[in-house]
Each structure stands twice: as structure tokens, then as C-alpha cells.
């Protein structure tokens, strides 16, 4: 069963950048017709995806965040990468990753990381 695993700063400084690292467990990002998310809660806007990857490569980016997000994968890690620029008190959230068969849409998300909080402030 695969599992993931959100990780990095719970506190970022305004107009710096937030960097996540989420880690996948028990299966391979390898895989057709699988889509590796990030998707945030924040109090502003409630469920936001914010943009995708595949195993090749392939990226796919929510439109009012396109300009400032940043996806990579490391597929021999199993790891995916998000980065935020320029972040915002209005950025503050619960931040998660998931798998999911279709790009943008959480219904086909069969796989979450538990989340992680990160708080922008000074």
C-alpha cells in the first residue's frame, strides 16, 4: 500500500520561499496514469491544489499559483518537491501530497500524506 509523507519547514519567512519534500512509500512513482499532487487547506480559501507532476516529467499547475510554484521529482528517491516563492501570510496552511489518476481533481486522489502545517510570519 502506498503511503506518503510530507516534509520540511513549519515556518517561513514572508517573500521567501516555502520548499516541501514529500516521500512515497511501498509502491513506485513509476507508474502510468498516476499523478503526484500537492494540495493545501488554508483558512482564506479552504481545498486548493496547487499543480502536479508525473514520471516523466510532465507538470501541470493550478493558474493563480503557476507563476510562483516550482514541481520536481526525484523518481530513484521517490520523492516529489514543491516550492512556493515569494510567500505570503495568505500562504499559511495545511500543506499535503497525494497520488491521484486524474490531474486537479481530489475525488481520484487514493493516496494522502497526513499534511503538514506551515505558518508564514516574521
Known sequence: QVQLQE?????????????LTCTVSGGSVIS???????????????????????????????PSLKNRTSITMVATKKQFTLQLRFVTPEDTGVYYCARGTLVARPDSFDAWGPGTQVTVSS
Do not use: F, H
Open 7 to 19: 516534509s520540511g519547514p513549519g515556518l517561513v519567512e514572508p517573500s521567501q520561499t516555502l520548499s
Open 32 to 62: 502510468n496514469y498516476k499523478y503526484w499532487s500537492w494540495i493545501r487547506q488554508t483558512p482564506g480559501k479552504g481545498l486548493e491544489w496547487i499543480g502536479a507532476i508525473d514520471y516523466t516529467d510532465s507538470l501541470y499547475y493550478s
